[in-house]
């Protein structure tokens, strides 16, 4: 009984963390879209849009995905910010390569794909392992 219940309780956190990078993923669109409708470049405009998705990830990935994990933990802040700030320096490039050889916006859409893989495999491996650790 105890595998099922721990099986059924990660396949809900699974759901959870996907429905906040869908919310990740249309904030981050959003912010982009608006940013170069406004005329900032694709770099200015990745760096903006990736920051206000990396918030909303870590305000509810904290409280409603992993919920039972403090969201001021030092090791917890800590593993948060290196992966996304590896993501953030890897989407940036990856934008402003993939622009000079497709449209900006599906530049944008290709790594998207990229990151939310990397992001989820980061997130549940590194920084919410310590979920398992307490």
């Known amino acids: 009984m105890k595998f099922s219940f721990e099986l059924e309780q990660r396949i ?3 759901v959870k963390f996907n429905i906040i990078g869908l919310c990740n993923t249309a904030v981050d669109f959003s912010v982009f879209v608006a940013a170069t409708w406004l ?3 694709a770099v200015g405009a990745q760096l903006i849009a990736y920051g206000a998705g990396m918030l909303n990830s870590y305000y509810w990935n904290g409280r ?3 919920g039972s994990i403090q969201s001021s933990q030092p090791a917890l802040i ?3 910010l290196m992966l996304n700030g590896f993501l953030l320096g890897f989407s940036t490039i990856a ?3 993939l ?3 497709v449209p900006v916006l599906a530049a944008k859409i290709a ?3 990229t990151t939310v893989v990397l992001n989820y495999l980061g997130s549940r ?3 919410y392992r310590l979920n398992k650790e307490s």
């Open 12 to 14: 809900i956190q699974f």
């Open 39 to 41: 005329g900032l470049p």
């Open 64 to 66: 409603w995905t992993f």
């Open 78 to 80: 800590f593993r948060f």
């Open 95 to 97: 934008v402003m390569l």
């Open 99 to 101: 622009a000079k050889l």
């Open 111 to 113: 790594v998207i794909c």
């Open 125 to 127: 491996s590194w920084i």
